[in-house]
Structure formats: structure tokens, C-alpha cells
């Protein structure tokens, strides 16, 4: 399934699964600040979502601009190894999707919070109340 080199694979795990990372923290405090409570990492859930709001009915993913390929300038390509990167960002992006659909089906409002956002506290805060004002689906 996945051919790359064990060297690679940890280089490259260490920055994808790093537990409790500085857009996490940021996005819970957040949350927190803003009156929400929630759980953290909920692992029977579709891509182990990083906040999970249960009144809400909503989780909430952190995802960093560069793996998570946001629109934004954070998510460039390094120069080398290209074939190794688009197939690395292309997985990111179709396990995102799948996730999302997944977490919908079972009736989970998906709110994906970009590290980018997170330097725009308030224009972030206004769109998660407005997100979550509304009612969900189920
Ligand atoms: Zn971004």
C-alpha cells in the first residue's frame, strides 16, 4: 500500500500525528475562551477528530495549511522528491474528504479550524459562533 522508506515514514509521522500541537492547543483555548465545552480525541470517531463539541453535535479538526493543502500560501511544494509529495498531499486530501463524509453520515456537523485562521482570533471566533448557531442536520 505505502512504499516509502521506514526513515521517511517516521520523518514524516513525527509531524502528522504529533499529538497536542500548537494549533491544537491554540483552537481548544480558544473554544474554551469562547464558552464551549468539549472532549478531546475521540477515538471511535472517523479520523480521530481533535475536539469533539457533543451538544453541537460537532467535531472540529485542526489541520495544519501544508498537509492539510488549505487555499492558502502555507501550502506550497517542496521543489524535490514532487511525486513523493503529491501523492503524499493527494492521501491527506482524500482520507480529509472521507473522514468528513463518514462523521456526516453518522450525523456529525464537520468544522475544520485552518492553522492559518488561528492568527485571525476574531474573524475565526465570529465564524465558529456563527457556525455553530445553527442548528445541525439530525
Ligand atoms: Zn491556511
Same mark, same amino acid.
Given at each position: 500500500?505505502?512504499? @516509502?522508506?521506514? =526513515? ?15 494549533? *491544537? ?25 481533535? @475536539?469533539? /463539541? ?28 514532487? *511525486? ?17 463524509? /463518514?462523521? *456526516? ?5 464537520? /468544522?475544520? @479550524?485552518? =492553522?492559518? *485562521? /488561528?492568527? =485571525? ?18
Amino acid at each position: 500500500m505505502d512504499k @516509502i522508506s521506514p =526513515e521517511k515514514r517516521s520523518w514524516t509521522m513525527a509531524r502528522v500525528k504529533g499529538k497536542d500541537t500548537q494549533p *491544537e492547543k491554540m483552537a481548544r483555548a480558544l473554544l474554551h475562551g469562547m464558552g464551549y465545552r468539549f472532549r478531546l480525541q475521540r477515538a471511535d470517531l472517523p479520523g480521530k477528530p481533535d @475536539i469533539v /463539541l457533543p451538544r453541537f453535535r460537532t467535531v472540529v479538526f485542526v489541520h495544519g495549511c501544508f498537509w492539510h493543502r488549505h487555499s492558502c500560501k502555507r501550502a506550497t511544494t517542496p521543489a524535490s522528491n514532487t *511525486e513523493y509529495w503529491s501523492a503524499k498531499f493527494a492521501g491527506t486530501v482524500a482520507r480529509d474528504a472521507m473522514n468528513k463524509s /463518514l462523521l *456526516e453520515m453518522k450525523g456529525w456537523r464537520v /468544522l475544520t @479550524i485552518w =492553522e492559518c *485562521e /488561528l492568527k =485571525e482570533v476574531s474573524a475565526l471566533q465570529a465564524r465558529l459562533r456563527a457556525v455553530l448557531r445553527q442548528p445541525t442536520m439530525s
